[in-house]
């Protein structure tokens, strides 16, 4: 076909339409959620034939043009935490450059296709349950937007926050905490951003909401600047590493974000914040069982795993 476009990287040819209305809908989701795109996007290349390391790797360059748009968009809107956000990308730096490394070693043993997979099985799973039943409790106690203060976690973990040392208030969210925990999950989701090629956003958001107790409006572009500069760094890394990252895929699908995360952002200011988690939280679900399915239901799948024919 004369749309059909051959990836060197990658090692076969995809639509460029394809390709670029992908790019837009998860620019969208990027814009209007805070997430990255790349639980999405990583799996929806490989059902379409990329292999797994590169739409991991490929999928950060894609996420970096989404963040970018959508980061702008909030800015202008005033809901980016901007102290939050550079702790959270220092953790998320340390994190990604961590998580590049063991892809190296898995790649080296042979399981890193498997282990990307079977990891966003369980990351998706658990973060999108815990999302849709908390969001539908919400909404049937017909309950106000979450706010940054109130006692929705058990005491103990209250106190065990208010006893952490660097305590630090952050004006923008109206929250007050360690600075050491926006920290420590930044790492957690920077080797996560590496091993699955998201920027973390599905897994952020949720962390910022009923760990940090941001408010959602702040949490969306607070996430989105976050996952900018951890992206940037784990595309990098990956380029100079691994040697996973297909330039020419990457660029269709950054045009097509770079779009589509504008018209998300403007939506975001018309859902409330229960709408946007149980929405979210849809999406991860669905994609999750799509996964498994792929890896439980084709016996020759499992086969290969085992190193049977």
Known sequence: MVLSLYLPISGNAIN???????????????????????????PLLIMAGIPSTVAAASD????????????????????????????LLLGGVVGGTL?????????????????IKITYVIMLGVIGSYMFVESLQSMRQKVPEARPTGPSRPSAYARLIQ???WQMKFEK??????????????????????????????IMVPVMVYLLRMPMHVVVGTSLFQIL???INVTVMQAITNH????????????????????????SRHLKAD??????ASIVLVVMVQILVGLVWPPHLMLSYKGGH
């Open 16 to 42: 460029i339409l394809v390709l670029f209305g992908l790019g837009g809908a998860v620019g969208f989701l990027s814009g209007l959620f805070g997430v990255g795109g790349g639980f999405l996007m990583t």
């Open 60 to 87: 950060s360059n894609q996420i970096v043009a989404a963040s970018t748009s959508g980061t702008y968009a909030h800015y202008r809107l005033g809901n980016v935490d901007f102290k939050m956000g550079f702790l």
């Open 99 to 115: 998580g590049v490394q063991l892809i190296m070693v898995l790649r080296a043993m042979g399981n890193a296709d498997f282990v």
């Open 163 to 165: 006893a952490l040392p």
């Open 173 to 202: 969210s109206g929250i007050t905490l360690s600075g050491f925990l926006p920290l420590i999950l930044g790492v957690f989701v920077g080797v996560l951003a590496a091993i699955m090629g998201v920027g973390g956003g599905f």
């Open 229 to 231: 500069f951890t992206c």
């Open 244 to 267: 996973t990252v297909d330039l020419v895929l990457a660029i269709i699908l950054l045009l097509g974000s770079t779009l589509g995360a504008q018209f998300g952002a403007r939506l």
């Open 275 to 280: 709408q946007l988690k149980i929405l979210l």
